[in-house]
């Protein structure tokens, strides 16, 4: 099985800030990788697929990059709305697996 | 528009069996290269895909628990069922059902509601 860590585990950041998460696999997956977006008592949302790809009516401060091992999702100005926690998906061989997810609170 | 939609039991007592339905609109499970997954998240913890059936009825489980999983499709009703034997309450979870496409960028780009599965005497 391909496995997924994410780093950070958790981080604090303010309005405004640039976000950043890592998240890698443990074998090259390609670009079969995912992001997803999720707030409390809701349903995941993709934001990122193809790893770079900007999935439809997602705001653009999203950007994702990598391919391989390596992936990075960015939040290039963090607003209030993008406090949640968030999975990358491998889905390069089965099982898909998902990464521990990051989450990102306010500070 | 692809909807997904989970039903099947709120509650299940140990050593029980679990069956849940997704019932979806807006694709067909006989379109070349189109699937459908199972993903389970415990309270507070992370995602975690349990299994996938595309149209030619090749399924895919999690290592973990597939000795304990079944996946079927009644593509004439569209509709996925998931049964997973011997509940434990470490199974408590929202079970989701999601849309995928085989070898393409099209992996669980839709999702349903997601229902909450108790598994408790």
């Known amino acids: 099985d391909i496995q997924m860590t994410q780093s950070p585990s958790a981080m604090s950041a303010s309005v405004g800030d640039r976000v950043t998460i890592t998240c890698r696999a443990s074998?090259?997956?390609?670009?079969?990788l995912a992001w997803f977006q999720q707030k409390p008592g809701k349903v995941p949302k993709r934001l990122i697929y193809?790893?770079?790809s900007l999935q439809s009516g997602v705001p653009s401060r999203f950007s994702g990059s990598g391919s391989g091992t390596e992936f990075t999702l960015t939040i290039s100005s963090l607003q209030p709305e993008d406090f949640a926690t968030y999975y990358c998906?491998?889905?390069?061989?089965?099982?898909?697996?998902f990464g521990p997810g990051t989450k990102v609170d306010i500070k | 528009q692809i909807t997904l939609k989970e039903s099947g039991p709120t509650l299940v007592k140990p050593t029980q069996t679990l069956t849940l339905t997704c019932t979806f609109s807006g694709f067909s499970l006989s379109t070349s290269g189109v699937g459908v997954g199972w993903i389970r998240q415990p309270p507070g913890k992370a995602l975690e895909c349990l299994a996938l059936?595309?149209?030619?009825?090749?399924?895919r489980y999690s290592p973990s628990l597939e000795s304990r999983l079944t996946i079927t499709k009644d593509t004439s009703k569209n509709q996925v069922v998931l049964t997973m034997t011997k509940m434990d309450p470490v199974d408590t979870a929202t079970y989701y059902c999601?849309?995928?496409?085989?070898?393409?960028?099209?992996?669980?780009?839709?999702w349903g509601q997601g229902t909450l599965v108790t598994v408790s005497s």
């Open positions: 074998q090259g997956i390609g670009n079969y």
């Open positions: 059936i595309y149209w030619d009825d090749d399924k």
């Open positions: 193809a790893a770079s």
């Open positions: 998906l491998q889905h390069n061989s089965h099982p898909f697996t």
């Open positions: 999601a849309h995928t496409i085989r070898y393409s960028s099209s992996c669980f780009d839709y």
